[in-house]
């Protein structure tokens, strides 16, 4: 339910542009959006949070649930 919402707020945003934003930069944010999505899926179907160190270096690491 929110991603279906949030997946509309998205489309809205750009469909208020109204072409003002370049092709390609549409189509990289669509393929970043979809890569987002996997990646949530994958962290969900194994039990993982992604999390971010607080140090300047700005490290991801996996843990289990």
Not at 10 to 37: A, D, H, M
Not at 51 to 59: C, E, K, L
Request: proline fraction near 2%; aromatic fraction near 10%.
């Amino acid at each position: 339910m929110i991603e279906e919402k949030t997946k509309e707020e998205f489309f809205k945003l750009f469909s208020l542009s109204n072409g003002k934003i370049p092709s390609t930069t549409l189509e990289r944010s669509y393929n970043e959006q979809e890569l987002i999505g996997t990646i949530q899926q994958c962290l969900h179907e194994h039990n993982l949070i992604l999390r971010r160190t607080t140090h300047h270096t700005n490290q991801f690491y996996l843990i289990d649930q």
